[in-house]
């Protein structure tokens, strides 16, 4: 023992000087990887199964610092929604001995792909409708959880040390632009979807959009582990084929994870209102131009990510989740929805049930979980919905002084979740049909981020 280490421990004894603190253990982390492609003649969003033109994907990584194992899972669905939440977090949580509310489970929202919410999918069986025939086939939904749960399991017992968290944005061109198109009046005139054969639409400007992929990269030493992306758009080029696909983010995804070699686990930001229809009519060929457009932002994120790195241990992760109570649209009305349940056609029916779910969960007082991970200068939010852009921007702009990233789609009952002014405003993605919530979701949700993001130094001040 060297002589000033003997000094430094008498001193301690003595209690003149504390010992030295031992050194923090180092961040583990893991990823797993599952096919969630859906069986020929099972239900899609839309269609039947025909077969898979690119396989659907269920990413994921495993976080183990202090506390329990965080774990953040991205599927290629086109949603997943309140029972389906509970099933996907239950099974991982108990597979890799955390609770399920530190385990956040997203959709990339993709069209030619299936949803999952056994809460509706129980509401159709009770009034005889079999759900794998019209809405989505329980039994696979099912399989692929628990796949998903024993891979997030062996992903925790491999889980390697990492020393470096790496931080990068880019830019990418020519992919988002956003739906909602005002007229003079203020209020919604036009929808660009996402693929748009308009001319003119397609010549409005591309408007509030946030034109930045964000990503975390995992380094042990100079070897990259793993890398988390998050980029706000809807994620159509086309669809109704009746062939599964992961469209243009998942082929970029894809794409990425080919040329560098590491786990990549993408996510869908806050792209309710955002999609490609100023620089997409649909073709087929477009698909894979938007996938390099958006692969080569992604390569820019890297690159930066490469360089700006961050030393980081067990002590630098943190998570937190805030229950929130989101309130339901005034057009969610029981008594009408159980009758249209009970008699209505066959797709009326499964509306029918999805806003009853949600009107039900909301009367009971069941909460969605807002959650933050904390992690060395980043923190990343996981809200639920098909979230407006707007809340993503406002996030960024609390704290200036973090790399924030933010993942929607996660809960899928509320459908579309847009700011107070666009109900005013009107438009597909604020109208009864397509969002389950009252204009006040902005307050409980801005809310929400602020206490999860904290004040900047800046702003105390």
Same mark, same amino acid.
């Given at each position: 023992?060297?002589?000033?280490?003997?000094?430094?421990?008498v001193?301690?004894?003595?209690?003149?000087?504390?010992?030295?603190?031992?050194?923090?253990?180092?961040?583990?982390v893991?990823?797993f990887?599952?096919d969630?492609?859906?069986?020929?003649?099972t239900p899609?969003?839309?269609?039947?199964?025909?077969?898979?033109?690119?396989?659907?994907?269920?990413?994921g990584?495993?976080?183990?610092g202090?506390?329990?194992p965080i774990?953040?899972v991205?599927?290629?669905?086109?949603?997943i929604?309140?029972g389906g939440?509970?099933?996907?977090?239950?099974?991982?949580?108990?597979?890799?001995g955390?609770?399920?509310?530190?385990?956040?489970?997203?959709?990339?929202?993709q069209?030619?792909?299936?949803?999952c919410?056994?809460t509706v999918?129980?509401?159709?069986?009770?009034h005889g409708?079999?759900?794998?025939e019209?809405?989505?086939d329980p039994?696979?939904?099912?399989d692929?959880?628990?796949?998903?749960?024993e891979?997030?399991?062996?992903?925790k017992d491999e889980?390697r040390p990492v020393?470096?968290?790496?931080i990068?944005e880019?830019m990418?061109g020519?992919?988002?632009?956003?739906?909602?198109?005002?007229g003079e009046?203020?209020?919604v005139?036009a929808?660009?979807?996402?693929?748009?054969?308009d001319v003119e639409?397609?010549?409005?400007?591309?408007?509030?959009?946030?034109p930045d992929?964000?990503?975390? =990269?995992f380094?042990? #030493?100079? !070897?990259? *582990?793993a890398a %988390?992306?998050?980029?706000a758009? /809807?994620?159509?080029s086309?669809?109704?084929?009746?062939?599964?696909?992961?469209?243009?983010?998942?082929l970029?995804r894809?794409?990425?994870?080919?040329?560098?070699?590491?786990?990549?686990?993408?996510?869908?930001g806050?792209?309710g209102?955002?999609g490609?229809?100023?620089?997409?009519d649909?073709?087929p060929?477009?698909r894979r131009?938007?996938?390099d457009?958006l692969?080569?932002?992604?390569?820019?994120a890297?690159?930066a990510?490469s360089t700006?790195?961050?030393?980081?241990s =067990?002590?630098?992760? #943190?998570? !937190?989740? *805030?229950?929130? %109570?989101l309130?339901?649209?005034? /057009?969610?009305?029981?008594?009408?929805l159980?009758?249209t349940?009970?008699?209505?056609d066959a797709?009326?029916r499964?509306s029918?049930?999805r806003?009853?779910a949600?009107?039900?969960r909301?009367?009971?007082?069941?909460?969605?979980?807002?959650?933050?991970?904390?992690i060395?200068?980043?923190?990343?939010?996981h809200?639920?919905?098909?979230l407006f852009?707007?809340?993503?921007?406002?996030?960024?702009?609390?704290?200036?002084d973090?790399?924030v990233?933010?993942?929607?789609?996660?809960?899928?009952?509320?459908g579309?979740?847009?700011?107070?002014?666009?109900y005013?405003?009107?438009?597909y993605e604020?109208?009864d049909?397509?969002?389950?919530?009252?204009?006040?979701?902005?307050?409980?949700?801005?809310d929400?981020?602020?206490r999860?993001?904290?004040?900047?130094p800046?702003?105390?001040?």
């Amino acid at each position: 023992m060297r002589i000033d280490s003997v000094a430094m421990a008498v001193l301690a004894l003595l209690g003149l000087a504390a010992p030295p603190s031992p050194a923090s253990e180092p961040l583990k982390v893991g990823t797993f990887d599952v096919d969630a492609s859906p069986p020929v003649g099972t239900p899609m969003a839309y269609d039947p199964t025909e077969g898979v033109q690119d396989p659907l994907h269920c990413k994921g990584v495993v976080l183990v610092g202090e506390g329990g194992p965080i774990v953040l899972v991205a599927v290629d669905w086109i949603g997943i929604g309140n029972g389906g939440q509970d099933a996907f977090k239950r099974a991982i949580a108990g597979a890799v001995g955390t609770t399920p509310d530190r385990v956040a489970v997203h959709a990339l929202h993709q069209h030619d792909a299936p949803t999952c919410d056994f809460t509706v999918a129980d509401l159709l069986v009770e009034h005889g409708i079999d759900p794998a025939e019209s809405y989505f086939d329980p039994d696979f939904a099912r399989d692929v959880i628990a796949r998903a749960a024993e891979a997030a399991r062996e992903a925790k017992d491999e889980a390697r040390p990492v020393t470096h968290l790496g931080i990068g944005e880019g830019m990418v061109g020519q992919v988002a632009s956003n739906r909602r198109i005002l007229g003079e009046d203020g209020k919604v005139r036009a929808t660009r979807y996402t693929a748009c054969q308009d001319v003119e639409l397609r010549a409005e400007p591309a408007g509030t959009i946030d034109p930045d992929v964000k990503l975390l =990269a995992f380094f042990d #030493g100079e !070897e990259p *582990v793993a890398a %988390l992306s998050y980029y706000a758009t /809807h994620p159509q080029s086309y669809y109704r084929t009746g062939l599964a696909s992961c469209d243009f983010p998942g082929l970029a995804r894809e794409a990425r994870e080919d040329e560098t070699g590491v786990p990549h686990v993408h996510f869908d930001g806050a792209g309710g209102n955002i999609g490609a229809g100023k620089w997409n009519d649909g073709a087929p060929e477009n698909r894979r131009l938007l996938a390099d457009r958006l692969a080569e932002g992604m390569k820019r994120a890297w690159e930066a990510a490469s360089t700006a790195r961050h030393p980081i241990s =067990a002590g630098d992760l #943190g998570w !937190e989740a *805030v229950p929130v %109570l989101l309130p339901p649209g005034k /057009h969610l009305v029981e008594e009408e929805l159980e009758a249209t349940l009970e008699g209505g056609d066959a797709e009326g029916r499964v509306s029918a049930a999805r806003g009853l779910a949600w009107l039900r969960r909301c009367r009971a007082g069941d909460p969605i979980p807002v959650s933050c991970l904390s992690i060395g200068p980043a923190k990343v939010l996981h809200l639920p919905g098909e979230l407006f852009v707007e809340y993503q921007l406002a996030a960024q702009a609390i704290r200036l002084d973090r790399f924030v990233c933010m993942a929607a789609y996660g809960d899928y009952g509320p459908g579309y979740i847009g700011t107070a002014h666009a109900y005013d405003q009107v438009g597909y993605e604020a109208s009864d049909r397509a969002s389950k919530v009252a204009p006040t979701v902005e307050i409980v949700l801005l809310d929400a981020i602020a206490r999860l993001l904290g004040e900047s130094p800046r702003a105390a001040d």
